[in-house]
């Protein structure tokens, strides 16, 4: 096995795919001559050809038309992002006409739509976003958010093969700073699984995404036993094993970068409630970034986005609780 | 006070682990003048039996819980409104005549009179303990009370590993029947007493059924949860109580005429019983998990009938080794009456070290209690009977007296106290009860 960053997981996954499969296409802007906004598509213009990398107008409009478009007509088109914030450009079409097709008339819309997300280097609010719950709320969309390269591969190749439109949503900070094996040959990493990131017995952390991280640092800071479950899909998710934590650990810290109020991380949270009330022996503890937009500033940054120092202190307040 | 108007009477928290109470008798009617404090009703719990004064005066405007019923803590049982008529129109009821008004007690978190060890600290005062969801749900399939768990948690709370590490070391736990799907019910309340697993027979030819009583619910508990506790085992002495006679009948007429105290057998037995107890802390101890607990005090409890059979309960008199004959008399009696008057708060039943039964006014002769948990040991007195005694007299020469003579019995947990403890402690009580003169007594 070779050891790759996480971005070159990706990129591996989607070369794997595309020379599989010759309905898989990737469109954006700039991912062709210049190799993707962050490079994950390198190459792939001189590999594939401009037919099968193209390089888009700039309007996210166009690229998630004609993305829905060629999946509707049956191709596999994997469209880019160059910045999940610019999403928001696209909404009609991914929330009136994709997500909605399926249902409406039948027809799969099988596209993935690669959405570089995440903060953690001073982007300011139009290049930081984890807008996840946003799209994780239309019926209809699936948001894939992997935390390691083994899983970012693996679930390139499985929301390609997926007939439903998918979100995924590549942590821009894990990008070069995170490595590990990944196995060479094609693999999928079935969407809606939890990964156990870390066993314990006292407190659970749920989470994904870049968070996963930063529970790992905060876990070694305590005095006890935590566990770390990395969602790794927040549509579908792993309630069995969220569920399955809780039961075990009886308290739970739920952690996301996004922010706080209709995050993801509220829905987790109102399901523990629910269905594992009887086995709480703490109340249920949210940590996410405040209702702001996300700050330029390093230092206010640094103060947005939930550090190890606020993992620490409410994984300690659990433990003491 | 002056009358008011809509005032609530609820059922009130006689205890932190009372959760439900019994209404035994409405002492008035809809319609019914009431002053303030004036007795309103009467209430049995498993606790305790007590009154339930008026938070004010006023006419009783409605009973919405009949004699007879069972009602959660906190449940409203009446109103009272104004005198005459509702014509005048105050606002709101006076500040001071809440519905905690209607309870007899400061409702202070007393400990449960079964177990010693402090309760679980209350939380922001409102005499609850907070218990989370999973504590409740463990206490409910092991039948534990969580206020006898000792908890590390934020203030003195019941953590699921504190309660966790109580099952292990062997709590007293009745074997939960197969518990109902615990619901969790309102956190700092008792485990719900198991269901019946099969569904309830109903009333045969012949049979008449009636409800139990939160006493005798509390007392069905208590029993079982004892006998599934402790070893029991239980040693008798027979004891010539001649002498003690001839002391008491001479006692009597002094302290009636002194103090209007009547210097009963127990008294004197429980005065010489404390005096033993001092040289056998295991039989005034307590097994706590795989400690053993000891004391430099003795709180002394007593099994007192309530009338008409409707139960049992052992008040406690504090601090006993301080008391001498007169002080012991005083305090039995004073238990007695107001166990009988419904006067005990819940103080009064909790924090026993050792218990005395006294059986022995019907007659009987021997008996086998069933012990007080936590408590080691309980002592039983019998009737004291005329019988013919074989004495040795002071040349060495046996012959046949009449005696008084009174078994006394002491059933003691075998895990804690070996035979030959009971047998000693038996024998240095009797030899009290034979030899000590009236100084003895007084001292």
Not at chain 1, 19 to 24: A, G, I, L, S, W
Not at chain 2, 352 to 376: D, E, L, R
């Amino acid at each position: 096995m070779a050891e790759l960053s996480y971005l070159q997981a990706i990129s591996d996954g989607l070369r794997q795919e595309m020379r599989r499969d010759k309905r898989v296409f990737v469109l954006g802007e700039d991912v062709g001559v210049y190799g993707g906004a962050f490079k994950v598509t390198l190459g792939f213009q001189e590999e594939f050809g401009p037919w099968r990398v193209i390089d888009m107008p700039l309007s996210e409009t166009a690229i998630l038309a004609g993305a829905t478009g060629s999946a509707l007509m049956g191709m596999r088109p994997v469209a880019e992002m160059q910045f999940a914030d610019f999403v928001s450009c696209g909404w009609d079409h991914l929330v009136t006409v994709a997500a909605k097709q399926r249902w409406r008339a039948g027809t799969p819309v099988p596209f993935v739509l690669r959405l570089p997300s995440g903060g953690g280097f001073s982007g300011g609010p139009f290049h930081s976003q984890n807008p996840e719950s946003s799209f994780a709320h239309i019926p209809g969309l699936k948001c894939v958010c992997p935390a390691t390269p083994e899983d970012a591969k693996g679930l390139i190749i499985a929301s390609i093969e997926d007939p439903n439109p998918v979100l995924f949503f590549e942590h821009k900070h894990l990008y070069r700073r995170i490595k590990g094996e990944v196995p060479e040959e094609r693999y999928v990493t079935p969407i809606g699984k939890a990964r156990l990131h870390a066993a314990g017995d006292d407190v659970s952390v749920i989470t994904w995404g870049a968070m996963v991280y930063t529970a790992e640092e905060a876990a070694k800071l305590v005095d006890a036993s935590v566990e770390i479950l990395d969602l790794r899909s927040v549509m579908p998710w792993d309630r069995d094993a969220v569920l399955e934590s809780v039961r075990k650990t009886s308290k739970v810290l739920v952690l996301h970068e996004d922010t706080r109020t209709g995050g993801f991380g509220a829905e987790i949270a109102a399901t523990i409630a629910e269905e594992a009330f009887e086995h709480l022996d703490a109340p249920v503890r949210r940590l996410a970034a405040p209702d702001s937009p996300v700050p330029f500033s390093p230092v206010l940054e640094k103060a947005f986005i939930p550090q190890v120092d606020d993992v620490v202190a409410a994984l300690k307040e659990l433990i003491e609780y | 006070m002056a009358s008011t108007t809509g005032l609530e009477v609820v059922m009130p928290q006689m205890g932190v682990s009372v959760s439900e109470g019994t209404i035994t008798r409405w002492l008035k009617r809809v319609g019914d003048p009431v002053a303030a404090d004036e007795t309103l009703l009467e209430i049995s719990t498993d606790k305790v039996d007590t009154e339930v004064p008026s938070p004010g005066s006023g006419v009783v405007t409605e009973i919405l819980v009949q004699e007879g019923e069972t009602v959660a803590v906190g449940t409203l049982l009446a109103r009272i409104g104004a005198e005459g008529a509702a014509a005048e129109r105050e606002p709101e009821p006076e500040p001071e005549p809440g519905p905690a008004a209607a309870q007899p007690e400061p409702a202070a978190p007393a400990p449960e009179p079964e177990r010693a060890p402090a309760p679980a600290a209350a939380a922001a005062g409102n005499g609850k303990a907070f218990v989370s969801p999973v504590v409740a749900r463990i206490a409910a399939e092991h039948g534990i009370d969580p206020a006898q768990v000792p908890g590390t948690g934020t203030g003195g709370r019941v953590t699921k590993k504190d309660i966790q590490a109580y099952i292990e070391q062997g709590a007293p736990a009745a074997p939960a029947a197969p518990a109902a799907p615990a619901a969790p019910a309102s956190a700092a309340a008792p485990p719900p007493p198991a269901a019946p697993a099969a569904p309830l027979r109903p009333a045969g030819e012949g049979e008449t059924i009636e409800p139990m009583s939160a006493m005798r619910r509390g007392i069905a508990d208590h029993m079982r949860r004892s006998l599934d506790t402790s070893a029991h085992v239980t040693s008798a002495i027979e004891v010539d109580l001649s002498r003690l006679v001839t002391i008491r009948e001479k006692l009597k007429k002094e302290y009636g005429a002194a103090y209007g105290v009547n210097p009963t057998y127990l008294a004197f037995v429980a005065r010489a019983t404390v005096e033993t107890l001092r040289d056998y802390p295991y039989v005034n101890g307590e097994l706590r998990g795989d400690q053993i607990v000891t004391r430099n005090y003795v709180n002394l409890g007593f099994a007192v009938e309530l009338a008409e059979g409707r139960g049992l309960i052992v008040p406690v008199v504090k601090n006993a080794e301080t008391l001498n004959l007169l002080g012991m008399a005083r305090g039995i009696a004073d238990v007695a009456r107001r166990a009988r008057d419904k006067q005990l708060t819940p103080d009064d039943v909790a924090g026993g070290t050792f218990t005395i039964t006294n059986p022995g006014g019907y007659g009987t002769f021997h008996g086998t209690p069933v012990i007080s948990q936590p408590q080691a040991a309980i002592l039983g007195t019998y009737a004291i009977v005329k019988r013919p005694w074989v004495i040795t007299d002071d040349n060495g020469a046996d012959a046949i007296a009449i005696r008084s003579i009174m078994n006394v019995t002491l059933t003691y947990d075998h895990r804690l106290i070996d035979g030959a403890l009971a047998g000693r402690f038996l024998r240095d009580l009797r030899e009290r009860l034979e030899s000590w003169g009236e100084s003895d007594y007084q001292a």
